[in-house]
Each structure stands twice: as C-alpha cells, then as structure tokens.
C-alpha cells in the first residue's frame, strides 16, 4: 500500500535549526571557527542557539505523560516554515515556540516584547502561527481546531518581566512549560486529542 506522508512523529526536537546550522557551516567552515573563537554573532551561530533552545523546551515537554501528545520541528508550507514544538492533550492544542536568549533581559507587556530593550515580533508571529495551524489543522481533521501560540523562553537569567500577556498567546519560562501546560483547563475529550494528533503527525496536513 501506497503511503503518500511522512510521520512526523519520528522528527527531532530542533531538527529544521540544526540542519540550517549545518548548512551555514559546511557553506564556511574557516569562518565558521573563526567566529565561534572571536564570539562574533552569525547566522550559524543563530541557528544553532535556536536550535539548543529548542531541545532544552522539548525536554519539559518530554515530562508531560498520559494523554499529552508532542510533535517536534512540524514543517508548514513550501517556503522553509517550521512550528517548533505542537502539543495536544485535554488542556488543548498549542503551537510552542521556543526562544533562546542567553544572559538576556526580557520585559513583555502585552503585544510589546522587548529583548535587551529592543522589540521583537515574537507575539505577532505566534499569534500568526497558532492560527494557521488551527486553520490546517481544522480542514485535515474536519472538525474545529482551536490553536494557542506559546512563547518558551529559554537562558533568560538577565531577568523576565511580564507585566501583561498578550492577548491568545502566552509567555511563559522553559522550566514552567509542563506544568503550566498541566494546570489547563480539559477542553478536548480523549477522542478529540488522540484524532487530532493522528492527524497533525502527517505531513500532508501541513502542506
């Protein structure tokens, strides 16, 4: 029997960062070292934060059991989109995104998320992401999917303020993901959760 998509299921946490950390590096190897040594900020050096970051929220997320199920590194479209981490259990379905600042200072107030004082458009790209995983997600599964972007932060030991959250997305510290994720309220019955991850864990649905 023929099988037309992949299980994504089998994808590695930070597997689309680190596969672009690779090919920044193979592309300039010389430079590539040369920049580790001097701390010089590149686009490899990005990614591969990124992607450590990434494999430091998906262990949180590897404490949730029972019925919470984990998708890592889902690819979405044609153009080289990923959503770092989707999670689905009976507190709901949500789009993680993991970001990764060393040593940085982060202050957030509703729409606003400054990094080292600097604005940052993390909250509009979460809020843009959950809901194109909804959209795709609810015509994969035929029934409706309701999607919330989360925000993980990761190495943030030069302080988190968060004076509000933005509206349908949450900020929230690494080494509370899992069990902020627990504390949420049951909206979707066992069957809802299992036919909807059955469904996100195919590659097809996200094309």
Do not use: C
């Amino acid at each position: 029997m023929r099988v037309d998509w992949r299980d994504l299921a089998s994808h590695r946490p930070g597997q689309a960062a680190r596969e672009q950390a690779d090919e920044r590096r193979r592309a300039a190897p010389i430079r590539t070292v040369a920049a580790r040594a001097l701390g010089v900020h590149t686009d490899e050096r990005a990614w591969r934060i990124g992607a450590a970051g990434e494999e430091k929220v998906a262990a949180r997320l590897d404490r949730l059991s029972g019925p919470w199920k984990v998708l890592h590194a889902v690819p979405v479209g044609t153009r080289g989109s990923d959503i770092d981490h989707l999670v689905v259990g009976p507190g709901g379905v949500f789009t993680v995104n993991a970001k990764h600042h060393p040593d940085a200072r982060i202050w957030v107030g509703g729409d606003t998320f400054l990094v080292n004082g600097k604005h940052q458009p993390y909250v509009r790209n979460s809020r843009h992401e959950a809901a194109r995983a909804a959209r795709l997600l609810s015509a994969a599964a035929g029934l409706e999917v309701s999607v919330t972007g989360v925000i993980a932060l990761v190495g943030v030991s030069g302080g988190l303020t968060i004076k509000d959250q933005p509206d349908g997305v949450h900020v929230v510290a690494r080494k509370r993901l899992h069990r902020w994720l627990l504390k949420r309220p049951d909206v979707l019955p066992p069957e809802h959760v299992t036919e909807i991850f059955d469904t996100a864990r195919r590659s097809e649905t996200w094309q």
